[in-house]
């Protein structure tokens, strides 16, 4: 596909800025990035909005959307002035968290069914709002038909993009991504389109994107994280098929190094580390094995020595 566009949807306690700026470093085909949530931006300089997630001078503002969490106009308004000061163009609203502690407070996509709650936000954000506005949503949070009036909301808004998860809140993360039903909202949609949901390699990009035709813009997920060459394998980059055994593994080290640097040396990013191993253990056999290695581990040195292992023992796949 000639005109694709690829994003890297955002995964709360793993693409922090060290994480996008390793990323990039070390592979290519991804055109955005989207932070991690943020909350309670409660005055107009809140310290949340102080650091290295944020400061332009640690992220690219053309590529990179701030995203919030929230269902307070007044918070979305003040989050939107803080970033487009800093120079960032677009923020992007978080509609699809489904954890329960979010989503049973209306929060996140717990907010999809009151469709009139959602046009109070929009129409407060939309008269003052002075940068792009994007969403990032569920079908719903208990049914796939609350997207319905939702949508309806949606195209009385000048949205920048709106980004659709196929799934509900209530399955989290398990089963499948409804790509049919993206297919049938398809033509009901006035905001440019994005798609994001269980694109794990080229053949899942090739299906899904032949499925949601027009669709060309694809936001990827845990497939990235698991097998960070996906995007350059799906434009087929030329550098996608070089060294890729040494290339991640100068990429899991880079990070780690760069982790440890921030937390001054604490094994606290071990955390960090470990969840990333979690999705990354797929780009090898026997990842089950990795995985019982690297879980269990709470000391740098026994960290450092089990990635050794495992670029020693094991094959990428
Ligand atoms: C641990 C975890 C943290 C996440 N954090 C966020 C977040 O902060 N904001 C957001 O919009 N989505 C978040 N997501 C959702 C992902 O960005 C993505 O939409 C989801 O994994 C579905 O895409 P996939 O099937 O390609 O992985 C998170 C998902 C997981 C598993």
Known sequence: MENVKLSLGPFQGITDAPFRNVFKKHFGGI??????FFTGIQKDHA??????????????????????????????LRFASQCKALGYKEINLNMGCPFPRVANKKRG??????????????????????????????LGYFSPDEIVPVIEVFNQYPLSELIIHPRIGKQLYKGEADVQRFVELIPTIKAPLV?????????????????????HEFMLGRGLLANPFLAEDIRVMPQATMNRTERLHDYVNDLYEDRLRHAG?????????????????????????????????????????????????????
């Open 31 to 36: 055109d955005k990035f989207y932070t991690p």
């Open 47 to 76: 310290k949340n909005m102080q650091g290295e997630e944020i400061d332009p001078r640690c992220n690219d503002v053309e590529t990179l959307t701030p995203q919030i969490l929230s269902t307070d106009a007044e918070e979305m």
């Open 109 to 138: 996509c717990g907010l999809l069914p009151y469709p009139e709650k959602i046009d109070a936000l929009l129409g407060r954000v939309f008269e003052e709002i002075g940068l792009k506005f994007s969403v990032k949503c569920r």
């Open 195 to 215: 798609y994001n949901g269980d694109i794990v390699s080229v053949g899942s990009f090739e299906r899904i994107s032949d499925q949601v035709k027009p669709v």
């Open 265 to 317: 040396g604490s094994p606290k990013v071990l955390g960090r580390m470990k969840e990333l191993w979690s999705y990354l253990m797929h780009s090898f056999d026997e990842p089950q094995d990795i995985w019982r290695k690297i879980k269990k581990i709470n000391a740098l040195k026994e960290y450092e020595e089990a990635v050794e292992t495992v670029f020693r023992n094991h094959t990428l796949i």
